[in-house]
């Protein structure tokens, strides 16, 4: 694996307003009590793929900022380290809710990879 895999810098994040909105107009949704996942698959074009996009909605209700805060660095890195096993194009936004806090990053990674599943936004035996 190249260490540019491993990086979540702009190419890989959802940035602007409207991006965000395309995906929750645009996409699907699947969900469990700790978070919603919004997703859509941006068509390649001219043979050109587009990398594995992530946006982050964290709500007040999740808890403080200390809170919100570990959530995302949590999420964040489980994306960093996955992405390269997701289907090119695929632009996600994770909604998480409270309970989502409660878990381990471990349990975390787990349901947020079955999620990906479910979705069948995962590259067959990339795992």
């Given at each position: 694996?190249?260490?540019?895999?491993?990086?979540?810098?702009?190419?890989?994040?959802?940035?602007?307003?409207?991006?965000?909105?395309r995906v929750f107009k645009q996409g699907r949704r699947?969900?469990?009590?700790?978070?919603?996942?919004?997703?859509?698959?941006?068509?390649?074009?001219?043979?050109?793929s587009y990398p594995p996009r992530l946006g982050l909605?964290?709500?007040?209700?999740?808890?403080?900022?200390?809170?919100?805060?570990?959530?995302?660095?949590?999420?964040?890195?489980?994306?960093?380290?996955?992405?390269?096993?997701?289907?090119?194009?695929?632009?996600?936004?994770?909604?998480?809710?409270?309970?989502?806090?409660?878990?381990?990053?471990?349990?975390?990674?787990?349901?947020?990879?079955?999620?990906?599943?479910?979705?069948?936004?995962?590259?067959?035996?990339?795992?």
């Open positions: 694996m190249e260490a540019r895999c491993l990086l979540f810098g702009p190419p890989q994040r959802l940035l602007k307003a409207s991006e965000f909105t699947l969900s469990l009590p700790e978070f919603t996942l919004a997703y859509r698959v941006r068509p390649s074009r001219d043979g050109k909605s964290v709500s007040r209700k999740v808890g403080d900022a200390v809170r919100r805060n570990l959530i995302k660095r949590r999420l964040r890195e489980i994306f960093r380290l996955n992405q390269h096993s997701l289907a090119p194009g695929c632009e996600m936004v994770v909604i998480p809710r409270k309970e989502a806090v409660e878990l381990s990053y471990k349990e975390l990674e787990t349901r947020i990879l079955a999620l990906w599943e479910r979705g069948k936004l995962l590259i067959k035996g990339s795992s």
